[in-house]
C-alpha cells in the first residue's frame, strides 16, 4: 500500500508509473481487509467485533479515505469517484452502527 513500485520491482522486476499505482494501493487495502477477516479473534466480552465485519469496515473506511484523497489532493478522478466516496463512507457508517446496535443489544441481554 505505501510502496507498489517497490514491491512490483522487488516481485517482477519492472516498475509501475501512473494509474497502476494508483490500482496497487487499492488492491493493497482489499488484501489488508483480507488478512484481517481471516485474523483470528478474541473474544473479550466488551470489543466482540467479527472478523468479518472488522474486515469490511477497515476496507471501506479506508478505501473511501484515498479516494477522495486522489480526488481533493492529487486531483485525480473521473465521473464516478465522488460517488464512490459517498458509497463506501456510507458502507463504512452502517457498518459501524450495526456493530453499535449489536454492542447495544449485548449489554441490554446481560
Not at 488484501?31 to 472488522?54: E, M, Q, V
Request: net charge positive; hydrophobic share 55%; proline share 4%.
Amino acid at each position: 500500500m505505501l510502496d507498489p513500485v517497490l514491491v512490483v520491482t522487488l516481485l517482477l522486476g519492472t516498475d509501475l508509473s501512473g494509474t497502476r499505482i494508483t490500482l496497487g494501493r487499492c488492491f493493497g487495502f482489499a488484501l489488508l481487509a483480507l488478512g484481517l477477516a481471516c485474523w483470528p479473534s478474541r473474544k473479550n466480552g466488551w470489543c466482540d467485533f467479527s472478523p468479518t465485519l472488522r474486515a469490511m469496515l477497515i476496507y471501506n473506511l479506508l478505501i473511501a479515505l484515498y479516494l477522495a484523497y486522489l480526488g481533493m489532493l492529487v486531483h485525480l478522478g473521473g465521473v464516478l469517484l465522488w460517488p464512490a466516496v459517498v458509497l463506501h463512507a456510507g458502507v463504512a457508517l452502517l457498518l459501524v452502527w450495526t456493530w453499535r446496535y449489536e454492542q447495544g443489544a449485548r449489554v441490554k441481554n446481560r
